[in-house]
């Protein structure tokens, strides 16, 4: 659902998707649903120009996480991704989400792992852009290569094990 943020609280979330944030669709969307074993969290990107900072998008991460795994659901996140138009200050708080995430390799106890999407995505040469062979051409979604190359760095073995662990 393009536009959503992970935390409810960012000032700047458009009237259209208000309401829409991952805590408030997380019964729906996975909670509800019967054998979800992992979930893949991919949220950050729309936060940052939403004006929300790192520490609300950490304790919305943190909120999410734990309620994931009170239900027995193993959680794996990326950082946030590359964008153009991020200011200065926008870098410095997905440069703390970023570290929030890596901090030992499982966002400090309160997720499963991480998978570098922020990495496969990342332009060479402009950082703070998709690679242009993976970008759809607005700089902030991924054509079907760069969803391929996403998906391709996905480990079998870690998701065949969410779903052996399953409470």
């Known amino acids: 659902m393009g536009g959503t ?3 409810a609280t960012c000032p ?3 009237a259209s998707v208000r309401g829409l944030d991952a805590a408030a669709r ?3 969307d996975v909670l509800s ?5 992992g979930v893949l969290y991919y949220y950050g990107t729309n936060d940052l120009p939403a004006g929300c900072d790192a520490a609300q998008i950490e304790a919305s991460y943190r909120e999410v996480f734990q309620r994931l795994r009170a239900a027995g659901i193993k959680v794996y996140v990326t950082p946030i991704t590359p964008r153009p138009g991020y200011t ?3 870098n410095r708080h ?3 989400v970023g570290t929030f995430v890596s901090k030992w390799n499982s966002c400090g106890g309160t997720c499963d792992g991480i998978l570098p999407f922020d990495q496969v995505l990342e332009d060479p040469v402009r950082p703070n852009s998709i690679n242009p062979p993976y970008d759809t051409g607005d700089g902030v979604h991924a054509n079907i290569a760069g969803q391929q190359a996403l998906a391709d760095i996905v480990s079998l073995p870690m998701l065949a094990a969410s779903a ?3 409470r």
């Open 5 to 7: 943020t992970s935390a």
């Open 33 to 37: 649903l019967h054998g979800v074993t």
């Open 164 to 166: 052996r662990t399953r």
């Open 88 to 90: 200065d200050q926008h």
């Open 94 to 96: 997905r440069h703390a």
């Open 12 to 14: 700047d979330t458009g």
């Open 26 to 28: 997380l019964e729906r």
